[in-house]
C-alpha cells in the first residue's frame, strides 16, 4: 500500500481514529495487528516471510538470552536473517554472475531465480540484526515481549523504507505506549502534508517526467539536457525518499511516537563524511555501527580503516539492490570518503553555519554525489557510462530546457528554504501556539498543501526506495 | 489519573470536547483544502475529460451491454451471446465491428438461422485480467455461448503493464475475491489493497463519484499538456523552446518503430509487445492463469466459451528476426491447454493471415474493398459455430467438444 494512494489513507484513517480511540493496554495489540494487516494487504504470501523472520529471530534472542555461549546465537540469527535476504534479494544477482563461469567450468547451467522481492526486506532485516547485535552486546536489558519485538520490527509507518530503528529508540516508547499530544498531532499533520506534497507535486510531478525521458532517450546529444536531468534526479530521489520518511515520522506522531530524522539537506554537505551524516542517516549509522566498527573502525591502522570504509560502502552499495550499479554508486562514495580521510578529513559540525567560504566545498561535493546517481539511475553500467559520456559530448541542437532548469532552481532554494526552516522551526510553533489566527493559518495552508498534492496525485509513482 | 493518560486524553481535552483552536485549524483546513481543490477544477473543466483512461470509463459501456443482454431473454428462442475482446474486436466502424460479421455470417451459415443477438462486451485494450474480474457479471446474464478473442500480446509484459485497467478488479463479485487472492495478482500490478479498495468503491456505489474524480484529475494532466503545447506552438521567442525541446526529446524516446514502415514495429517494438511470447511460455505464465480462471466461471455457469486466438502478423515478426516458430507453438500450446483444461473451446487462428491483412503495428485489421479480414475471420468462427451445433438444441457435451 502505498502511502499516496486513496486506500492507505482510508487505512491510516480508520488506524489512527481506532488506535486513538481504544484504552492505553490494547493500543500496542492494535498496532501490531495493524501493521501485520498492512503488510498483508501487499502480497498476503510475504506475511508469513515476514512473521517467521521476527519469530525464528525472537526465539534466537531468548536462547541468547539465556545460554553461556549467546555467540552461537548471535551467529544463527545473522545467517538466518542474511540467508532470506540474501535468498530473496541477490539470489538472482548471485546466479546470473556465476553462470557463465559456471557453464565454461563445469558446462553447468541452471534456471535463474525470479523471486519477487518481498516488501521492506532490506529495512526490516537491518533492524533485526540490529536488535540481535545490541542484545549480545548486552545494550539490551530486558528482552522485550514476542508481540512487543514483533511491533518493533513490523511498526507499518516505517516498515516498507525506514527510517531503521534501533531497539534503544523505540522499544522504550512501546513500553510506555504513544504518547499522543496536540503538539505531536500537530507536527504529524505537518511532516504528512508536507511530506506527500514533496512527494507528488515535487518528485512525480515537476521532476520525475524530465528525467525519465532523458534516462530512456538514446541518441540525443545535448549535453545541456543530461546535466539538467542529472540535478533534475538528484532532488527527484531526495525528496521521493525524504517525502516518504516525513510522512512516516508524521504517521507515526499521529500514533504517539517519535521516529528519528533521515535526512538533513544532505545537498548542503561541505564533506563527503558530512554528506553520509546529512543522507539516509539511519543507514549510515547502522553500517558504521554494525559494519565499519566491527570490522575494526579506524582503530587498526590508516590503510585498514581506508579498506573498511571502502568495504562498508560497496555493502552499502550492495544494501540497495541486487545490481553492480549499486555497487560502484557505493564504490565513488568509498573512493571519495577514503579520499577525503587520505587528504586530512576536518571535523564535521553539522550545526555550524553555512556561509559563501562553504559554497565551492558544497558545489563539489554536490556534483561528485550527482554523478555517482548516475549509477543509482541508470538501467545499467554502459547506460550509466553513455550517460556520463553525455555530458561532456555533443552539441546543444535543442536549445535549453528553461522551465526543467527553473524547476531544478526551485527545488535547491526549497533545500535552501528547509534549512533555514527547520532550524526556525520551534521559534515559529511558539509564536504561533495559543493564536487564533496561527490556528488559522495552519489549518488554511496545511489544507491547501494537501488539496494540491491530491488534485496532481494521478500522475503519482511507486516510492523510489520502496524496491530496497 | 496517571501523567501519561491525561497527556493521552490531553489532545481533546477533557471529556473529548474539542478546543477552539483544534476546530479552528480543522475548519480553516477543510475550508482551503475544498477551496483549493474546487478551483483547480473549475480551471481545468474546459478541458476534455478522458474516461477511455478510467476503468470506470469502460464500466460505462460494458453494464449497459449487460443490461441489453437481459436476463431471462426477450424470447426463449432467441440466442444470446456475449462477444468479448479488445480493439480488434471492437475498434472498428459501427455496424462493422467483429461481433456484427459474426452476426451476418451466422445467419448465412445456418441452415435454419436462429434468432440471434450477439451482445458486443468488447473494449479497446481489455484483455484476460479484466475479463477474469468481470466473469461473474457476465456469466449473470447466462449468455448461450461466450465468443472470446484473446491474443498472443495479452502475455506480454506491455500488455500487464500498460493496459491493466486494475480498478476493474472493483467489480469482482465479492464471493469471487477469495479465490482471486490465490492468482499472480502481483504479475498484473495489483495488490490486494487496491482490490479491496475498488471493490468498496464499487460495492458502495460510488463508482460514478469515483469517476467524476478520476476524469477531474485526468482533467489535469490534460491541462499541463495543454499548457506544455501552448508554450511549444508559441510564435514569440522565451520558454517555448523548452517544450519544442521536450517534443523533440519525447520523439526520440519512439525507439520501436520500423525504419521503413511505419505502419510496423521494428524488432525491438516487437519483442516490446509480445514479450516473453517470442521465448515460449507454459500454462504457468499469471496471463493464461487469469484466462483458464475466467473460463472456469463460465464453465462453472454452464456456459460454453469459445475462445479464439487471434491472428497475428507472424510474417513480419520473421522478416524482423524475432520469430522463433518452436518457442511461439509453445506459447500457443500452452494457451490451448489453459482454454482446454477449463471447460473451454479453442480455436487457433494466430497464423492465418499474411502481413497484407494488417494495418498498424497493434495488429488491428484491414478492411477494404481488395482485402477483408474481419469478414474472413467472422466466417471462420461462425462456420465452427455451425459445424459443431454450439448454438442449436443438441449442442455437444463438454466431453465431445474436447
Known amino acids: ?468 | 489519573m496517571t501523567a501519561r493518560s491525561q497527556q493521552n486524553v490531553g489532545e481533546n481535552g477533557p471529556g473529548l470536547k474539542p478546543s477552539r483552536g483544534a476546530l479552528l485549524f480543522w475548519f480553516c483546513f477543510a475550508l482551503s483544502a475544498l477551496v483549493v481543490i474546487r478551483g483547480i477544477f473549475a480551471g481545468v473543466a474546459n478541458f476534455p475529460p478522458q474516461p477511455w483512461q478510467t476503468s470506470i470509463g469502460v464500466m460505462n459501456k460494458i453494464l449497459p451491454g449487460l443490461e441489453a443482454m437481459g436476463n431471462p431473454p426477450a424470447s426463449p428462442a432467441l440466442v444470446r451471446i456475449a462477444m468479448l475482446g479488445d480493439s480488434t474486436v471492437d475498434f472498428y466502424p459501427k455496424n462493422q465491428k467483429i461481433p456484427d460479421r459474426i452476426e451476418a455470417a451466422l445467419q448465412e451459415s445456418a441452415p435454419a438461422p436462429p434468432d440471434i443477438q450477439i451482445t458486443n462486451l468488447a473494449f479497446l485494450g481489455l484483455g484476460p485480467t479484466a475479463y477474469y474480474f468481470l466473469a461473474d457479471r457476465i456469466a449473470a446474464q447466462k449468455p448461450d455461448l461466450v465468443i472470446w478473442q484473446v491474443s498472443l500480446t495479452h502475455a506480454s509484459e506491455r500488455w500487464r503493464r500498460s493496459l491493466l485497467r486494475p480498478q476493474l478488479a472493483g467489480w469482482t463479485a465479492p464471493a469471487r475475491i477469495p479465490s482471486a487472492l490465490t492468482l499472480p495478482l502481483d504479475a498484473i500490478g495489483l495488490t490486494v489493497d487496491e482490490l479491496l479498495f475498488y471493490s468498496l468503491i464499487v460495492q458502495t456505489g460510488q463508482a460514478e463519484r469515483w469517476q467524476d474524480w478520476l476524469i477531474n484529475l485526468s482533467r489535469v494532466d490534460k491541462a499541463r499538456g495543454a499548457l506544455d503545447a501552448w508554450l511549444g506552438n508559441s510564435p514569440k521567442g522565451g520558454p517555448e523552446k523548452n517544450f519544442a525541446a521536450l517534443s523533440a526529446l519525447i520523439r526520440l524516446t519512439n525507439l520501436s518503430g520500423h525504419p521503413e514502415r511505419p505502419d510496423r514495429y521494428n524488432d525491438l517494438g516487437e519483442i516490446d509487445h509480445f514479450g516473453s511470447v517470442l521465448e515460449g511460455i507454459g500454462p504457468e505464465h499469471p496471463t493464461l492463469r487469469f484466462i483458464a480462471a475466467a473460463v472456469g466461471v463460465f464453465s462453472e455457469a454452464g456456459i460454453p466459451t469459445l475462445v479464439y486466438l487471434n491472428p497475428i502478423n507472424l510474417e513480419h515478426l520473421d522478416a524482423v528476426g524475432v520469430l522463433d516458430k518452436s518457442a511461439m507453438e509453445r506459447s500457443v500450446d500452452a494457451y490451448r491447454s489453459s482454454v482446454i483444461d477449463s471447460g473451454g473451446l479453442f480455436l487457433d487462428y494466430h497464423d492465418i493471415f499474411p502481413d497484407s491483412h494488417f494495418t498498424d503495428m497493434a495488429g488491428h485489421f484491414r478492411h477494404d474493398d481488395e482485402i477483408q479480414t474481419q469478414t474472413q475471420l467472422a466466417k471462420k468462427i461462425a462456420g465452427f459455430i455451425s459445424e459443431n451445433k454450439l448454438l442449436g438444441p443438441d449442442r455437444p457435451t463438454r466431453e465431445e467438444k474436447n
Open chain 1, 1 to 468: 500500500m502505498l502511502f499516496n494512494s486513496p486506500q492507505f489513507a482510508l487505512f491510516l484513517l480508520a488506524a489512527v481514529c481506532l488506535y486513538r480511540a481504544l484504552p492505553v493496554r490494547l493500543r500496542n495489540p492494535f498496532l501490531l495487528g495493524a501493521s501485520l494487516l498492512f503488510y498483508t494487504l501487499w502480497l498476503p504470501a510475504y506475511l508469513l516471510l515476514l512473521v517467521a523472520d521476527i519469530a525464528v529471530n525472537y526465539a534466537l534472542l531468548r536462547g541468547m538470552a539465556r545460554s553461556s555461549r549467546p555467540k552461537l546465537y548471535l551467529i544463527a540469527s545473522i545467517v538466518f536473517t542474511l540467508g532470506l535476504l540474501g535468498t530473496f534479494k541477490y539470489a538472482a544477482l548471485l546466479v546470473t554472475t556465476t553462470l557463465p563461469v559456471l557453464e565454461g567450468l563445469f558446462a553447468f547451467s541452471g534456471p535463474i531465480p525470479d523471486l519477487f522481492l518481498p516488501l521492506g526486506i532490506s529495512f526490516y532485516s537491518f533492524q533485526i540484526l540490529g536488535f540481535s547485535i545490541d542484545t549480545y552486546r548486552g545494550k539490551t536489558r530486558t528482552l522485550p515481549s514476542f508481540s512487543r519485538y514483533a511491533l518493533f520490527i513490523s511498526f507499518f509507518p516505517q516498515l516498507v523504507a525506514g527510517p531503521i530503528l534501533r531497539g534503544s529508540q523505540f522499544l522504550p516508547q512501546l513500553a510506555r505506549g504513544g504518547e499522543i499530544t496536540p503538539e505531536r498531532t500537530r507536527r504529524g499533520l505537518w511532516l504528512l502534508g508536507v511530506g506527500l506534497a514533496k512527494k507528488v507535486i515535487l518528485a512525480d510531478y515537476l521532476l520525475a517526467g524530465f528525467v525519465d525521458l532523458v534516462f530512456d532517450a538514446r541518441g540525443v546529444e545535448s549535453p545541456v539536457f543530461y546535466w539538467v536531468a542529472l540535478y533534475s534526479f538528484a532532488f527527484q530521489i531526495y525528496y521521493d525518499f525524504s517525502g516518504y520518511t516525513d510522512m512516516a515520522r508524521g504517521i507515526a506522531l499521529l500514533l504517539g511516537f517519535e521516529l528519528p530524522f533521515n535526512f538533513l539537506e544532505p545537498y548542503l554537505s561541505r564533506s563527503p563524511s558530512e554528506f553520509w551524516r546529512r543522507w539516509h542517516i539511519t543507514l549510515s549509522r547502522w553500517l558504521a555501527d554494525y559494519l565499519y566498527i566491527p570490522l575494526g573502525g579506524n582503530r587498526r591502522g590508516s590503510v585498514r580503516t581506508l579498506a573498511n570504509l571502502m568495504l562498508t560502502m560497496l555493502l552499502g552499495g550492495l544494501w540497495h539492490g541486487a545490481s553492480w550499479n549499486f555497487v560502484i554508486w557505493g564504490g565513488i562514495h568509498g573512493l571519495i570518503l577514503v579520499l577525503h580521510r587520505a587528504l586530512g578529513r576536518r571535523p564535521v559540525d553539522l550545526d555550524a553555519p553555512l556561509g559563501l567560504r562553504d559554497v565551492p566545498r558544497i558545489g563539489v561535493v554536490f556534483h561528485v554525489v550527482c554523478l555517482a546517481w548516475v549509477f543509482f539511475r541508470a538501467e545499467d553500467f554502459d547506460s550509466a557510462l553513455n550517460f556520463i559520456r553525455h555530458l561532456f559530448v555533443g552539441e546543444n541542437t535543442f536549445g535549453l530546457p528553461w522551465i526543467q532548469i527553473g524547476i531544478v532552481l526551485f527545488c535547491a532554494l526549497l533545500h535552501l528554504a528547509e534549512r533555514a526552516l527547520r532550524t526556525r522551526l520551534p521559534a515559529i510553533r511558539a509564536y504561533l501556539a495559543g493564536k487564533a489566527w496561527g490556528e488559522a493559518l495552519q489549518g488554511a495552508v496545511l489544507g491547501a498543501l494537501l488539496a494540491l498534492a491530491l488534485a496532481v496525485s494521478g500522475v503519482g509513482g511507486d516510492f523510489i526506495y520502496f524496491q530496497f
